[in-house]
T-cell receptor, first 110, second 113 residues
Framework: QKEVEQDPGPLSVPEGAIVSLNCTYS??????FMWYRQYSRKGPELLMY????GNKEDGRFTAQVDKSSKYISLFIRDSQPSDSATYLC??????????FGQGTTLQVKP | DTEVTQTPKHLVMGMTNKKSLKCEQH?????MYWYKQKAKKPPELMFV???????INESVPSRFSPECPNSSLLNLHLHALQPEDSALYLC????????????FGSGTQLSVL
């Protein structure tokens, strides 16, 4: 079993839709959870950083961590064509090493 | 300045060439990283420098040689690469090397012929 599982998609939605991106992880001891966005031919950029369980909101983006289910989510409200990118869930292991999900490719159609 | 700058943006090299990738940050971060990313795959960690000392080498072949001249600069020296080494090479930095909140550069797209 992979430490972090993420559906690679692709996911295609119309502009204005609510997008839900998800990952599952295997180790209940993990505490730090991140979402990075990567545009084509660019480096990843940090979108959301969450410690332990709960929700965190930043503008149109909400990150959610459910430690009981070992499930993390990123919601994008009122999606825009500029949100079209690959979204990577990233978890910090107990040794400090980052574990990347496979990335989900999102396309928002005008 | 929250930028990590990588040069060159694109590089084409033959298998007998020697080239170097460069990375620079001025955020006062004390940890710097090299990642390799193949198309449609997540980044893979290659090296970590923490306080200018190599702290992690993920069993990378010796044809890749990292160097950290000071806390703001990171180089990756390339020699005798193989075509399968073609990839996007990403530099990143973080505050103190715990791996959290990485700031990535835009990468160098490397093609080995």
């Amino acid at each position: 079993q992979k430490e972090v599982e993420q559906d690679p998609g692709p996911l295609s939605v119309p502009e204005g839709a609510i997008v839900s991106l998800n990952c599952t992880y295997s180790n209940s001891a993990f505490q730090y959870f991140m979402w990075y966005r990567q545009y084509s031919r660019k480096g990843p950029e940090l979108l959301m950083y969450t410690y332990s369980s709960g929700n965190k909101e930043d503008g149109r983006f909400t990150a959610q961590v459910d430690k009981s289910s070992k499930y993390i989510s990123l919601f994008i409200r009122d999606s825009q064509p500029s949100d079209s990118a690959t979204y990577l869930c990233v978890i910090e292991s107990n040794t400090g090493k980052l574990i990347f999900g496979q990335g989900t490719t999102l396309q928002v159609k005008p | 300045d929250t930028e990590v700058t990588q040069t060159p943006k694109h590089l084409v090299m033959g298998m007998t060439n020697k080239k170097s990738l460069k990375c620079e940050q001025h955020m006062g971060h004390r940890a710097m990283y090299w990642y390799k990313q193949k198309a449609k795959k997540p980044p893979e960690l290659m090296f970590v420098y923490s306080y200018e000392k190599l702290s992690i080498n993920e069993s990378v072949p010796s044809r890749f040689s990292p160097e950290c001249p000071n806390s703001s600069l990171l180089n990756l020296h390339l020699h005798a690469l193989q075509p399968e080494d073609s990839a996007l090479y990403l530099c990143a930095s973080s505050q103190d090397g715990r791996g959290e909140k990485l700031f990535f550069g835009s990468g160098t797209q490397l093609s080995v012929l």
